[in-house]
């Protein structure tokens, strides 16, 4: 039997919190210990104290919002994502899935269902690793993948640390960031960011896991000389090997698979003057895919391209790993629940990987764990254009709504 969530007061509360930060453009600038992300905080906060739950804070800023269960036993089930944003971004992302956990306890309400479980909302600290890094930094800290202490030392670009603004905005709780209770499971909405759904003519996308990364970056050394009277038989010139490689970025994913992408995203040369060859490149890779084998397979072909790249014009390299991400599987009575409420609700569903992390890459490490995705119009995501219609994002807030109330009541 399913139940259906208030569209109404679900948009509503979407547009509401999308006023903290707004741009002029429709987006969202509300990066994460800013002065928009405190507000929103606040608001999140009276929002679920309004629903009767109970609010926490830990000492990295997470917070958590308490729904009793029958069974003082049974294990929670802990349901949210993130409120803030990337400079100038959508919306939609990650804030959506917070609104549709606070519109599963007041659907609950208005049934006067009690659950077997607890239910808890989450709002992880700074998802989006886009003022301090990494990104799903609360998340990692929480689930014990990164050291408090190190993360509090992080800094922003004008030099201020994470623990500075943590408490210059008053969201460095006292409780210990790491599990206080039992958890049966974790179900996170998020937009999809990509094509896909879209494509397919999907009403839904039910996750079954995260792609997997490998991200590096490549340096080429060679030597800066004058640009007129240098021959072109004497140059070692770092930038023509470095453009061959990222030229070979851009094609080794089709070779390797059809969700492989690659991407490089960054790049320095010295000197960087119109009238010297450039005597060192720095520049980074990253490939994702649903397949440990081929991420290691993209990897090593990348670094082959960088040798060859070096012989051919005769400068000297170095990598260096920068980060690695095995991909990861949903749990299946999770993926399963959330696959049960789209049949229920009459949903043309797609079952999906997604092309991009989230926080439940740090939960499936805990405990049982699932995604819903919306339908993202052009794939877009990131940026103003962001674009979700109210219809999609009821229909994936419906469907999480459903599954959350599947695991909670088994």
């Known amino acids: 039997m399913s139940i259906e969530a208030d569209r109404e007061r679900f948009v509503a509360t979407m547009r509401e919190q999308a006023e903290i930060g707004g741009t002029e453009d429709g987006g969202l600038h509300r990066l994460t210990l800013s002065e928009e992300d405190e507000r929103v905080r606040d608001w999140f906060a009276e929002q679920a104290e309004a629903a009767g739950l109970d609010v926490t804070v830990d000492e990295f800023g997470n917070m958590f919002a308490y729904r009793e269960g029958t069974d003082p036993d049974a294990g ?3 349901v949210g994502s993130h409120l803030d944003s990337q400079p100038y971004g959508g919306i939609y992302d990650g804030a959506m899935g917070v609104v549709a956990a606070l519109e599963l306890v007041r659907t609950l309400d208005d049934e006067g269902i009690e ?3 607890p239910i808890e909302i989450v709002n992880w600290t700074n998802e989006e690793g886009s003022r301090f890094q990494p990104a799903m930094q609360g998340s990692g800290v929480w689930a014990g993948e990164h050291d408090v202490d190190e993360e509090y030392a992080k800094t922003d670009p004008d030099g201020a640390t994470f623990e500075e603004e943590l408490e210059r905005i008053g969201y460095k709780g006292e409780v210990a960031a790491e599990p206080q209770r039992e958890y049966d499971s974790y179900l996170e909405l998020h937009i999809e960011q990509g094509p896909y759904l879209e494509e397919s ?7 079954t896991g ?3 990364f490998t991200w590096g970056a490549i340096t080429f050394h060679g ?5 007129g009277p240098t021959p072109m038989q004497y140059r070692s010139d770092a930038l023509v090997a470095a453009a061959d490689v990222i030229t070979q970025i851009r094609r080794i ?3 390797l698979g059809e969700r492989t992408v690659g991407t490089t995203g960054y790049i320095d040369a010295e000197p960087n003057s119109i009238n010297i060859i450039p005597e060192e490149v720095t520049f980074t890779w990253g490939f994702r895919d649903p397949t440990e084998e081929v991420i290691a397979e993209a990897r090593a072909r990348v670094l082959a391209e960088a040798e060859y790249a070096a012989d051919r014009e005769g400068v000297d390299w170095e990598y260096e790993d920068r980060m690695w991400a095995d991909p990861v599987n949903f749990a299946d009575r999770c993926v399963d629940a959330v696959a049960d409420a789209t049949d229920d609700l009459g949903y043309d569903s797609m079952r999906i990987f997604s092309g991009a992390g989230h926080d439940a890459q740090h939960m499936h490490k805990l405990m049982d764990t699932a995604m819903v995705f919306s339908v993202s119009e052009g794939g877009k995501s990131h940026s103003e254009d962001e674009y979700t219609s109210w219809d999609d994002c009821y229909t994936a807030a419906n469907t999480l709504v459903n599954a959350a109330v599947d695991l909670a009541t088994e």
């Open 76 to 78: 929670t089930v802990l």
């Open 115 to 117: 659950t077997t479980h």
């Open 201 to 207: 003519d999907a009403d839904v996308g039910v996750v």
């Open 210 to 212: 995260i792609v997997g």
């Open 223 to 227: 030597e800066a000389d004058h640009s």
């Open 253 to 255: 994913p089709s070779a």
